[in-house]
């Protein structure tokens, strides 16, 4: 899912941001990676065109569960799995890789014509670290939850549509075609996108291991020509700077291959997911409706046993009768409210994986064929002097 876009326009109101400038801060266990996090917007109640803030990433965790918690039938943009392998948790890689989904996450959001409203998205751009330090240790509940937890939400879901199909409790769930169409189309997604991003990964570590081997037999082959002399000699060495300068487009294009092309399949895997957490909600948010209808039936029968015998305990549960009313209410209105929001949010993620698939497999096909042509290229150039070296060795008279 696209980026809002870097260049606004005066007249047009925007709101872009941007994650710059890595630091690890501190040492040890307690060391961290820091991020400059730079906002430019025309928005009035963010009282100036720009402003710049320290984030880290438990940050960026904070404003996705208060979305998560508050905007319920929004898919709310993911963000990169946290990396708890040291060696690997502060390489340059992977510090770019994690920049640059942070800065997808954060554009996602402020992009979203509901999100850019949050109060909370406010705090996050705005406010100082001291600030930011004391809301995320407020926090609790929900807001408490690790990224896994959300997911265990669905999973129960899952087991209580099990427990539907052996018997062993009522079905509450949704019976509608096009639900059932909907979540069918996010499960094979998330099957195809994951398949496609495993052997996107297959495609960089083969570039990878290509360049190394080219490297490795570069440097062989121009030891290799110091053995030989004249023309053979030049030739080797010449062979063996054509495979190091080759390695280098192939490491390159590995990196290219991660950044634009394996990094955006893994990234709309994780859109799923956060997709499916949604669906998870809808089901709560339906399954609650059903039960509060299911109990203002049962009290409406015990309402007119007490009016029949006027208890005394009437005028009570009278009261308590209104409130489970307004009570059912409310919890239809979240209800239909998710579903509503549901629909709309499936559309735009439809059109927006269009394009950024196609972005996405653009680059990949274009990566692939400026590399196949450096390649025959750079082979192609030494031919003539291979094809040289051969005629003096068959014709030494010559």
Known sequence: MAQSPRSPTSQAPYLTVSVTDPAKMGNGVQ?????????KTNFPEYQGPEKIVIRRYSDFVWLRDRLFEKY????????????????????????EMRRQALDVFVNRVASHHELQQSEDLRTFLLEDEQTMERERSQ???????????????????????????????????????????????IFQLEDHLAEAQKHAYRL???????????????????????????????AFSELGAKSEMLSIKLQREAHHLLMSFEEPLKDYVRAVQSIKATIAERAIAFRNHC?????????????????????????????????????????????????????????????QKTIDMGVAFHEFAKGQANLAKSIAEAWRSLLPKLEACSFFVQNPDA
């Open 72 to 95: 319920k039938g929004i898919f709310i943009p993911p963000l990169p799995e946290k990396s708890t392998v040291e060696k690997f948790r502060f390489s340059a890689e992977f510090i």
């Open 291 to 351: 039960e509060l209808a299911e109990t203002i039936k049962f009290k409406e029968i015990d309402l007119n046993k007490l009016r029949l015998t006027r208890s005394e305990k009437l005028a009570d549960a009278e009261r308590e009768y209104e409130q489970l009313k307004a009570d059912g209410k409310e919890s239809k209105r979240k209800f239909e409210t998710i579903v509503k929001l549901m629909n709309q949010e499936i559309a735009r993620f439809q059109e």
């Open 204 to 234: 960089v570590k083969r570039h990878r291991e290509l360049g190394q081997s080219l490297s490795d037999f570069g440097k062989a082959v121009k030891l290799l020509g110091t053995c030989e002399g004249n023309s053979l000699g030049k």
């Open 31 to 39: 060391a961290y990676i820091s991020y400059k996090v730079i906002t």
């Open 139 to 185: 926090e609790t509940g929900i807001f408490k939850k690790k990224p896994a937890d959300f997911m265990q939400i669905f999973k129960d879901v899952q087991s209580k549509v099990s427990d539907v199909v052996l018997g062993k409790e009522k079905p509450v769930e949704e019976s509608n075609p096009e639900y059932e169409k909907q979540k069918n189309y």
